[in-house]
DNA sequence: GACATACTTGACGTTGACGTAAGGCGTACG
DNA sequence: CGTACGCCTTACGTCAACGTCAAGTATGTC
């Protein structure tokens, strides 16, 4: 069974980040480990948030902007004042991150069509006009 | 009907961009103005390519991949040497831009379902236990 | 000729997200 | 006891993607 709380080598090994990063984050307020002396431990709450913070980067927000997301999760947890405000940013954030979406979608399409091009000009170099062997 | 080239400023308007950026995007080699005495003049294959890098940034691409992917887009037009392996390169981005939108598909689900408890959770607290007014 | 304007080329400044190096604390081992 | 880890804090360094400022050039225009 996993134990409540990961050291923070732990925690690099299990998400392949660095020890400065996870104090970095500390610093921003995205994580808050608990102190056992001078020493860092991860709750179970940090490695959720940790993984969010990971997802949200692939997507280009910057920590800033995972910190908003952030506090919407915790509000889904433990219901908080400010909610209609938080709500607000939330639905925003969505919005945003469908057109992202859709937009991407588009640009694959896009690039699946130059591929076609690419791939029948590929093929012919492999194939020379008769095939030997 | 639009001329065959367009100044900085012209790009600038059309584009949104300052002519920092332009002259950063040329001196990265994004762009290829042509000259005319000192002056850049932007042809519609550098207007093409600027759009392409404005989208690749929204996916926080970084310029030195989009650099890369322009040398695709290149290739549909003009058949070029090296076709493999920018195909290959290309294949590469393909992949990664589909599982990113997968991902981002899944997040979208994620944080719609936290908003449902917002949701409830602000229409509650607009409607005291029984309406007055 | 004086001036405005539109553009040019350096070159240094800024911001976000860490990397990295220096020096200190606490425990564990030989 | 020394020293070896593993973690800590402090603080300066770095890289991308421009912003900003200074100083220069070409073109028109009063």
């Known amino acids: 069974m996993s134990e409540a ?3 923070i080598r732990e925690m690099c090994d299990t998400y392949d980040v660095t020890p400065r990063t996870l104090r970095f984050y500390e610093s ?3 994580l ?3 102190r ?10 940090d490695r959720a948030r940790l993984q969010l913070i990971l997802r949200g980067k692939r997507f280009g927000f910057s920590l800033e902007e995972i910190r908003q997301l ?3 999760y915790d509000i889904g947890d433990q219901q908080h004042t400010q909610i209609a405000k938080t709500y ?3 639905r925003q954030r969505l919005a945003d991150m469908e057109r992202q979406r859709d937009e ?4 694959i399409a896009d690039l699946k069509e130059q591929l076609k091009w690419g791939e029948r000009f590929v093929a012919s170099m492999n194939k020379p006009k ?3 062997e």
Chains 1, 2 share one sequence.
Do not use: D, N, S, W
Not at 36 to 45: A, V, W
Not at 104 to 107: A, G, P, S
């Open 70 to 72: 952030l506090e919407l």
């Open 130 to 132: 008769r095939a030997a």
């Open 104 to 107: 991407l979608t588009e640009t």
């Open 88 to 90: 607000e940013v939330a």
């Open 28 to 30: 921003k307020e995205l």
């Open 36 to 45: 056992e002396g001078q020493r860092r431990l991860f709750t179970k709450r």
């Open 5 to 7: 709380t990961m050291t």
């Open 32 to 34: 808050f480990p608990i």
